[in-house]
């Protein structure tokens, strides 16, 4: 029974050097493999197929001379859109609104979607009914509730305007409009994520704070807000995107008149209106390069993690 | 049932991180082997080879003289038992149950035969229409054993399966675990941290340390021909106190006092080489009250009792002895899974083991005895023991 | 070891009620201003939808009265509508085209979240970037390529036609989504599967499927209310009755007569598509806010 071997309690051997024939993977390794990479595929032909290919002609139109109007003068003229493009008074209008509603309204909704976060977090009646109340905006066809703000605002039908007034045929009234259209939809998304932080900020944390001697808004400045940071990078940048993409709320109530303008507006009007596929495809690849600018500010200077990014760990 | 070969198992990560280094054992049909070491050993890595569920870097596994290297888990016909029990929340126990032998395509009434009969046994009866999540801790690990019972197969792997137990619990249960593991006969590979479940469930116990095997034995034999530093203060609890000492002419000089070895341990010594200067380890029931001790060879001191626990049968008594300490890397890691690496130490602490009839008090100094037979000498550069006899 | 996808993000208990008798009072004022507050959110939330209802409810004499309320009712505005090919079409397109994009978008997106979630296999981390990409992609920077691309093979004004891009920006928030879900389920019950002799495939089928099966929902939700609110595919790859959706169509409604405004009848036809997404979330609110959140805090 007590057949034993006895091993020096060597020091660890000099790591061998590693074998650089490869080691035959097992079956199992290799299943895994194999069922991964079918299961993946399906998802990445659509995706690549649908994005890949479109961006790469996007690119290639926007160096041509492309008016469907007349499709005879279709030519390579190199970064002559892009010329074009960028010595026009209505893009640069169009751009400086995008960028004056994606900070206004961003600013906005995130002060107030942290009031709602906080006020869905902790109310201590109808927790329920305020959580499913707020998902309405959310969830509700942007056009409906675009219609819903320009019938209110309308001069004819409006419960907010008098018969006297019109904001919606001046820039600046049409443009704090569409930012409140904007804040009314999708400060709930805000406030979803920002909450989602909240619920991550430890009970015990905030209590031993108040023992500490900070008071509510010290609490919320000092522990909250810094515990959440990641929650509230992330909320940003993905409203920071989606705010500069804005078309629908500008679509339905303003069309674009009187220099309201955004510059997804301007491509699509340049694109359907005009039929100009090349300066419409320029203008689509300004604004993608916007977007990733904004994204790279966001992931390198704040640090946010973009969602998902991790190495889709195991564990 | 199986006999099961790990020849030169080594698991090497792709950035060249060694977890198992050349693991030899050969695991005899019905055996009840453990594996045992602190976190990080690659205690559970070895066994998730065995089972499939990790590469083989280097190496060859046999079960029952037949390479596996390269097969899936589901062809080794190996049932896991897993520490998180890992039951399937969608089925009831009894789908539990029978879900491996519904993937084997058996047949319906033998499923429920099968089902019926493991259920019988781990006392489930009265559950099996149940889900797991309104079972009880007791119960849910005994749905886990039941789902690798029911298929009869040739070796049961357990990584951790009582550490999420309760103290009480995990005492019933590795009860019921060895009874069980008796009476099916089926070859058993179990990982565990607690050297306690090492010592009473296997019939070999397998120390490992840093991907290393440091010693293979029966428990008790482990515990009393320890083969080095690490396995001497692994095994036992409360752990061997450990000493710096000097031999010189036979005698051993340590913090303790100089002692005259026995001639048996003089000689082990001397066979071995013995440097002059090596750690002592002495066991804690080698020390008594030496009121009660009558003309038997040891040492004596006199040392201040810092804490007393009497537990009943007997009393454990802890002081702390002036001067150098014992320090090697193994006994740092040692230290460090204990969780004790922070507690500032101006000298050795030991533990006794004093019988109960002792007049030991809490803050008076006490007259000690140790037994000068029953020290083992370690070499402090390569930990190996000095004292070790086949 | 259940797993109560449910409680991801609903963690915070609800506070006991304070029942001493010296707390009554102030625990009284406080849910009295709680309720305020409360009352507040709600009007915020339900204000534009309730006037675009009345608007929906007013005659065309009342159209233009400036009162919140309609003080005359009639349904005229949604048996207009119903009369209307315009409206009728672009309903079933809606419908058709968002359950279609929606089925398609959550079984591929299931098997590409279940991959990237649970295993361990080259081009993980280029897919991941791939969909993160596309989530952040400006859509109109893809209107210009497809318009034309669809043109030229026949896709421009059919199903299939606003079917591709939909599934294709719904993917990346499926895939998060999901993998967030399936991250949840414990890692070592698939293990325990393969040990209990199930392949790869079959460890999928069995075990994870059935667990991930309120997260897929969820996510099925999710990607319907997305397809079901775009605007912008809608409206630039169509230009007929044969597939154009509700949102593109509301912008073309005209008024039963030249001169008549098309308000009552866009109403009407707004709230119809409102209801699904009232009755989504009335049904499944605690599964949309754990959807929408897990992916994000998760990442």
């Known amino acids: 029974m007590s057949e034993s071997t006895q091993v020096t309690a060597a020091t660890t051997p000099e790591p061998a050097p590693a074998k650089k024939g490869k080691v035959p993977l097992s079956e199992g390794k290799r299943a895994e493999r194999r069922l991964g990479l079918w299961l993946i595929a399906p998802a990445a032909i659509v995706m690549i197929a649908v994005t890949g290919y479109p961006i790469l002609y996007s690119i290639w139109l926007s160096l041509e001379r492309y008016d469907l109007h007349f499709p005879d003068q279709q030519k390579f003229i190199g970064l002559a859109n892009y010329g074009a493009v960028l010595s026009n008074g209505y893009w640069w209008t169009a751009y400086g609104v995008t960028m004056f509603i994606t900070i206004v309204s961003v600013i906005i909704e995130l002060v107030l979607g942290m009031v709602l976060a906080l006020i869905m977090h902790r109310t201590l009646v109808g ?114 995107l989606d705010a500069f993409r804005i078309f629908d709320n500008i679509y339905v109530l303003t069309t674009g008149q009187n220099d309201t303008s955004s510059v997804s507006m301007q491509t699509y009007n340049n694109l359907l209106k005009g039929l100009n596929l090349g300066i419409g495809s320029t203008m689509a690849v300004l604004i993608f390069i916007s977007v990733a600018i904004i994204a790279f500010i966001f992931i390198k200077v704040f640090g946010t993690s973009a969602p998902g990014s991790d190495d889709g760990g195991k564990r | 049932m199986a006999e099961i070969v790990l020849d030169k198992i080594t698991k090497r990560y792709p950035d060249g991180a060694l977890a198992v280094s050349e693991v030899d054992l050969q695991i005899a049909d019905g055996e009840f082997i453990i594996l045992v070491g602190p976190s990080g050993c690659g205690k559970s890595t070895t066994l998730n080879m065995i089972a499939g569920l990790e590469d083989i870097s280097e190496g060859e596994l046999r079960i029952d003289g037949q390479r596996v290297n390269e097969k899936a888990p589901k062809d080794r016909d190996i049932a896991m038992v897993f520490q998180s029990y890992a039951l399937y929340p969608h089925m009831s126990v009894r789908e539990n149950m029978a879900f491996p032998l519904r993937l084997a395509k058996v047949d319906d009434a033998t499923v429920q035969a099968k089902v019926n ?57 590795r009860t019921s675990v060895s009874k069980l593991q008796k009476q099916l006969g089926t070859t058993t590979v179990y990982v565990t941290h607690d050297q306690t479940e090492a010592m009473t469930l296997g019939d070999r116990v397998v120390v490992l340390r840093g991907g290393l095997v440091q010693q293979v034995g ?125 507690v500032p130490a101006s000298g050795s602490s030991i533990v006794t083991r004093l019988a109960a009839s002792s ?20 070499d402090p550069a390569s930990g190996k023991n000095l004292t070790y006899t086949e | 070891m259940s797993v109560d996808i449910d409680q991801v993000t609903d963690n915070t208990k609800p506070a006991p009620p304070a029942r001493t008798t010296g707390r009554v009072p102030s625990g009284a004022g406080k849910k009295v201003k709680w309720a305020l507050i409360d009352i507040l959110v709600v009007a915020y939330a339900l204000i534009p939808v309730l ?105 421009f004004d059919t199903w299939p036609g606003l079917i591709l891009p939909y599934i294709t920006f719904a993917l990346p928030l499926a895939i998060y989504t999901l993998s967030a879900f399936f991250r949840e389920i414990p890692w070592e019950l698939e293990k325990a599967a393969k040990m209990d002799g199930a392949t790869p495939a079959q460890a999928f089928r069995k075990v994870i499927a059935p667990l991930a099966a309120p997260g897929v929902f969820t996510t099925a939700i999710l990607v319907f209310i997305f397809c079901w609110n775009d605007f912008l595919f809608a409206i630039s790859l169509t230009s007929t009755t044969s597939s154009r959706t509700v949102p593109a169509a509301l912008s073309f409604f005209t008024g039963a007569s030249q001169f008549e405004a098309p308000n009552g009848t866009i109403s009407a036809a707004a709230v119809i598509i409102t209801i699904p997404i009232i009755l989504f979330v009335l049904f499944f609110q605690r599964r949309i806010v754990a959807g929408l959140t897990s992916g994000a805090v998760k990442g």
Request: aromatic share 10%; net charge negative; no cysteine.
């Open chain 1, 127 to 240: 927790r329920g009914l305020v959580r499913t109340v707020t998902l309405i905006p959310y969830g509700i066809v942007t056009v409906v509730a675009a219609f819903s703000w320009y019938f209110a605002w309308n001069t004819d039908s409006g419960y907010l305007v008098g018969s006297e007034s019109a904001p919606l045929t001046s820039t600046w009234p049409s443009i704090f409009i569409i930012i409140l259209a904007e804040v009314w939809k999708t400060t709930p998304f805000m406030a979803l994520l920002l909450m989602a932080g909240l619920a991550l900020v430890p009970e015990d944390l905030l209590k031993a704070a108040s023992m500490d001697g900070a008071n509510a808004w010290q609490r919320f400045t000092k522990v909250m807000v810094p515990v959440m940071k990641p929650a509230i990078l992330v909320a940003l940048l993905f409203r920071t």
């Open chain 2, 117 to 173: 009969e493991a259920a019988e046994i781990l006392d489930l009866v009265a559950h099996l229409d149940r889900k797991p999540g309104n079972l009880s801790g007791g119960q849910r690990q005994r749905v886990a054993m039941g789902r690798a019972i029911v298929r009869s197969p040739k070796a049961f792997l357990m990584d951790e399966p009582l550490s999420n137990l309760d103290a009480k619990l995990r005492v019933q249960m």
């Open chain 2, 218 to 342: 029966s428990p008790q034999f482990l515990y009393e021909q320890p083969a080095n530093l690490f396995v001497a203060g692994f095994i036992g609890s409360p752990a061997m106190n450990f000493l710096p000492g000097t031999l010189e002419n036979g005698a051993l000089n340590t913090p303790l006092g100089t002692v005259t070895l026995s001639d048996r341990i003089r000689r082990l010594a001397e066979a071995a080489n013995a440097p002059r200067e090596l750690i002592a380890g002495i066991r804690p029931e080698h020390f008594e009250d030496a009121k009660l001790v009558e003309g038997k060879p040891g040492g004596s001191f006199t040392a201040t009792v810092d804490v007393l626990e009497s537990m009943g049968s007997d009393k454990y008594a802890y002081f702390t002895v002036e001067g150098e300490t014992a320090t090697t890397a193994e006994l740092d890691e040692l230290a460090a899974d204990a969780g004790s690496t922070d």
């Open chain 2, 359 to 378: 007049g030991a008090v809490a803050g008076q100094p006490l007259d000690l005895w140790y037994d000068s037979d029953k020290i083992q000498l370690f």
């Open chain 3, 51 to 155: 006037w675009i209802l009345s608007l929906s409810f007013k005659t065309a004499d009342g159209l233009n009265d400036k009162s919140f309320f309609p003080k005359e009712w009639t349904w005229k505005n949604y048996q207009d509508i119903f009369k209307t090919n315009e409206f009728v079409s672009a309903l079933v397109n809606s419908i058709g085209i968002a359950l279609i994009s929606t089925i398609i978008a959550v079984v591929l997106g299931t098997m590409a979240a279940y991959a990237v979630a649970r295993l361990d296999f080259p081009g993980k981390k280029a897919l991941v970037g791939v969909s993160l990409l596309i989530a952040m992609f400006p859509q109109v920077s893809l209107v210009s390529p497809l318009f034309n691309i669809e043109r030229n093979i026949g896709l």
